[in-house]
């Protein structure tokens, strides 16, 4: 780990705003929202947003940048080999401290080189077609979210994990991980989180695209 504590952290959630579409979590209107700030003098709470961007993760200047690693964190093909081409060999020094990651976990490193602060290494399941599949790729989610909520960061961004080498169809997983950063993302309303889906092609972006708006038809919003 770098020099720098998560405590001395600057304020980087509004480094750049998202384009795309946003989903927005919170069920709160934003008129209760706001008289309820006018009765209590409170800060208006911000509201977590999921979006879906088309691009190189690597080039995504967030806060935090996921990575959809193998087991020994050593670098690979795909998203990781070029996320460890752009961070340069400074991270693969740090990785080699980690001692590896097991399927579902995630561990924290700094991003480098790199635009984004921080990366978060997670390792994916490779698509067996069985139900545990889904368990751990949501297991991906949920503990990378988790993780960067431990060291304060706002806004992270995921490729789509599992889907490349990992052969897990883009559908399949899509729902998956929409599903599960929207559980995470109920289950801690008192956090402010931006999630960036980054979808390497046309095609990943749309299947992402739909599955959000699907689940706003679902919501009704
Ligand atoms: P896995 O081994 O988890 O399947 P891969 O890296 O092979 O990981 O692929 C995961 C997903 O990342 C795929 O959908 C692939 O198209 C996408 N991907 C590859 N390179 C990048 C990149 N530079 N930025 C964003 N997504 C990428």
Known sequence: ?????????????????????????????ASAEAGRMLRSQ???????????EQGDITALDCECIVNAA???????????GAIHRAAGPELLK????????????????????????????TVGPIYSGKEKDAELLADCYRNSLELAKGYSIHRIAFPAISTGVYGYPLK???AVALSAVRNWLDDNRDYFMEVIFCCFNQQAYDIYQSGIAE???????
């Open 215 to 221: 689940s706003r038809t679902r919501k009704g919003v």
């Open 94 to 121: 740090e990785c080699r401290t980690l001692g590896g990651c097991e399927t579902g976990k995630a561990k924290i490193t700094r991003g480098y080189h790199l635009p984004a602060e921080w990366v978060i290494h």
């Open 42 to 52: 409170e800060p208006m709470k911000k509201e977590s947003t999921v979006s879906v």
């Open 172 to 174: 399949e997983a899509a």
């Open 70 to 80: 193998n087991k020994s964190l050593l670098g690979g093909g795909g998203v990781d």
């Open 1 to 29: 780990m770098g020099e720098k504590t998560p405590d001395h952290l600057p304020d980087r959630r509004m480094k750049q705003d998202c384009s795309g579409y946003h989903e927005r979590i919170s069920e709160t209107s």
